[in-house]
């Protein structure tokens, strides 16, 4: 029950976020003509409003002693993910022939997947289950 809930406010967070990446990636696109610039910038300001709302929200972590283990986390993440994104991106429209915005729906969803357990697992994951005496949140309901 609690990997549903946190999965379904993941998905809420996400829908924020997917609509300033889009929003970024049609602006920049329709701005400067180059694709693979509007689809860094998209992915950059998706991934600011990605951790602001999934670390409050998704995840609870409502500590802000542990902003900066978080960040630093996230943005392990989000260098891999973002080359994952990039990489994708690359290969769908360069060696495959897919149209900008195909290739940016494949890759952001499987960026979306890949992301959602990396969060859970890795940049939110429970004091528990990093074996360390932290508390990340005072309600007891967090769905993590």
């Keep these: ?38 689809q860094a910038l998209a992915r950059i300001s998706g991934g600011i409003l990605s951790f602001l709302i999934n670390r409050k929200w998704s995840f609870r972590r409502d500590k802000p002693d542990l902003v900066l283990w978080d960040g630093g986390r996230f943005l392990a993440l989000y260098g ?5 994104s990039i990489g994708l991106f690359l ?22 997947i890949f992301n959602f357990f990396a969060m859970k697992h890795f940049v939110f994951r429970t004091a528990k289950a990093a074996g360390k005496d932290i508390t990340v949140s ?4 967090a769905p993590v």
Aim: glycine share 6%; hydrophobic share 45%; proline share 3%.
């Design 80 to 84: 891999v993910s973002y080359a994952l």
């Design 138 to 141: 005072s309600d007891k309901n």
């Design 91 to 112: 290969l769908l429209t360069k060696q495959s022939g897919y149209a900008p915005l195909t290739a940016k729906i494949i890759s952001d969803s499987t960026c979306f």
């Design 1 to 38: 029950m609690k990997l549903f809930q946190s999965f379904s406010q993941y998905s809420g967070a996400a829908i924020g976020s997917a609509a300033t990446d889009y929003l970024t990636f049609w602006l920049v696109l329709s701005l400067t003509g180059v694709p693979v610039l509007a």
